[in-house]
């Protein structure tokens, strides 16, 4: 009988601690996720961003802008 109970105790214990450690397991992950959400929202902003960014440089109104600020005349080259 003492083997038994010993046994039984045992083996719910087992089983009782495989149950804990499979529900940290899954917080651990869900906190993995959520981190790696967070990344992923700061690097589409980022290339949301510099995608602005690359397009405003590009734009011709801004270029002939900047020119004026620095007030650099550009002329065309001479035929030769």
Same mark, same amino acid.
């Given at each position: 009988?003492?083997?038994?109970?010993?046994?039984?105790?045992?083996? +719910? %214990?087992?089983? !009782?601690?495989?149950?804990?450690?499979?529900?940290?397991?899954?917080?651990?992950?869900?906190?993995? +996720? $959520?981190?790696? *959400?967070?990344? #992923? %929202?700061?690097?589409? $902003?980022?290339?949301?961003?510099?995608?602005?960014?690359?397009?405003?440089? *590009? !734009?011709?109104?801004? #270029? $002939? #802008?900047?020119?004026?600020?620095?007030? +650099?005349?550009?002329?065309?080259?001479?035929?030769?």
């Amino acid at each position: 009988m003492p083997k038994k109970v010993f046994s039984y105790t045992f083996l +719910i %214990s087992f089983l !009782s601690m495989i149950y804990v450690y499979q529900n940290i397991e899954i917080v651990k992950a869900g906190y993995a +996720i $959520d981190s790696d *959400k967070t990344k #992923l %929202s700061y690097f589409l $902003d980022q290339h949301n961003r510099l995608l602005y960014n690359l397009n405003e440089l *590009k !734009s011709p109104v801004a #270029l $002939d #802008l900047r020119l004026h600020n620095y007030a +650099i005349n550009l002329i065309e080259p001479e035929a030769a």
